[in-house]
């Protein structure tokens, strides 16, 4: 390079302009097993390089000379009022990052007025994010071959306020994530390599595990074997866990003990948006799950265009998968989703920075969305449309 790009190589939040300098700060924050992973993906990774290769393909065509003075991001989410067109997806074992992990994100989202995820696999009780974050919280729904356990948490989110189930229906089986396997010599005990570092990692040490213990699976532990209530015990039982046999009848089992909003994340085809609209589903999230379920997968920006036209706003159209700067949120509007599913790009802030850092990461974001939305000669996030994109 001739002249002299250099990131920045601190630690301050506020010197992260972008999620990827938050990324790398929260590369160095935390102990490699631990950024693995956040950061990996299933198999030979192919889904989770593909997601981010997707919006590469797609390219903005702005409008010019339009008065774009009266911008905002204000939208509606699900039939509710929302500060951006975002809401925090659902991620596991979150206090692993932060020792308040999914308390910081919950409050980083009722701060930007965006709804929040938890979930199942969460390391803190749904009880507890709703009596100290507030703001809209969603609940996530793994269907677990023992059903008392979704029977329990659907019962509890509905006692607890929550607004939506997001039934997550793409981890039907566990997806192999081979990489984060390496960093363990059998389930649950890490390499000797992987607790070295830990080790090179005090303030992590101190905060995450030595202060707090090590987070265990507070939602789900009162149904788990003795001892695998933990995130290093849990992690060799709860890939068996996982329901093979769900099905779309289960639609009917979730209602018997849901009657609030429900989404289903992990759709990809518009046969299965059709099943969810004939069943009465309140919103759809067009998901791979980050890359971390089935290799080899279509992106769900892909096939958000074909799934925006079956639908025809018949329900609340979600995405994710990759979404790590404005642009790609406003690609994804301009094809017909109401708003984006954030992944990573808040876990980097997490772990770069607790609350701070997940605040920081959906302020970069809505500045990048905002100056997006300038910038294609729109006022707002309802207009971009088919005509500001086309696809190389
Ligand atoms: C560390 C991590 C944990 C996750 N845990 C869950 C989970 O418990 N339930 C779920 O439905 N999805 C889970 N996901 C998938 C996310 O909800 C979301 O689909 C994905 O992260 C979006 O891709 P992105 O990370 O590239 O934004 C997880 C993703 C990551 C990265």
Not at 359 to 385: F, K, Q, Y
């Amino acid at each position: 390079m001739p002249w002299n790009r250099r990131a920045h190589t601190g630690n301050r939040l506020s010197r992260a302009f972008n999620i990827a300098d938050l990324r790398e700060l929260a590369r160095r924050r935390v102990p490699g097993f631990a950024f693995e992973y956040v950061e990996g993906g299933a198999e030979d990774e192919s889904s989770l390089r593909h997601n981010r290769a997707a919006f590469e393909r797609l390219r903005l065509r702005p409008d010019t000379l339009v008065d774009t003075s009266r911008r905002h991001l204000k939208t509606t989410i699900l039939g509710a009022p929302a500060g951006a067109p975002l809401i925090i997806g659902p991620t596991g074992l979150n206090n692993m990052l932060h020792p308040d992990g999914d308390l910081e994100r919950a409050r980083a989202s009722a701060r930007r007025h965006i709804p929040f995820t938890l979930s199942t696999l969460s390391t803190t009780r749904l009880e507890e994010v709703a009596a100290r974050a507030g703001g809209r919280l969603w609940m996530q729904l793994y269907v677990l071959k023992d059903r008392a356990i979704g029977r329990d948490l659907m019962q509890r989110a509905a006692a607890a306020g929550y607004e939506a189930l997001v039934f997550t229906t793409d981890a039907n089986v566990f997806g192999s994530r081979e990489w984060d396997q390496r960093n363990y010599r059998a389930p649950g005990k890490p390499t000797l390599r992987a607790a070295l570092d830990a080790l090179r990692h005090p303030r992590w040490m101190y905060e995450v595990l030595l202060r707090n213990g090590i987070p265990r699976f507070r939602n789900v532990e009162a149904f788990l074997p003795p001892g695998a209530g933990s995130a290093v015990g849990g992690s060799t039982v709860l890939p068996g866990m996982f329901e093979a046999s769900i099905t779309w009848d289960d639609i009917g089992w979730i209602r018997q003990f849901w009657r609030g909003k429900l989404l289903v994340k992990g759709v990809l085809s518009v046969r299965d948006a059709e099943r969810a609209v004939a069943l009465g589903c309140d919103g759809i999230v067009l998901s791979n799950h980050g890359g971390r379920q089935l290799d080899y997968s279509v992106a769900g920006i892909d096939v958000l265009p074909e799934i925006a036209a079956a639908v025809n706003g018949r329900l609340a159209l979600l995405v994710d998968g990759g979404f790590r700067r404005g642009t790609d949120v406003v690609k994804a509007l301009s094809l017909g989703a109401q708003a984006a599913m954030l992944g990573r790009a808040t876990l980097y802030g997490l772990a770069a920075g607790g609350e701070a850092g997940v605040t920081r990461a959906l302020d970069l974001l809505c500045a990048e969305i905002d100056r997006t939305l300038g910038l294609l000669g729109c006022n707002s996030v309802s207009e971009p449309t088919s005509r500001h994109i086309r696809r190389e």
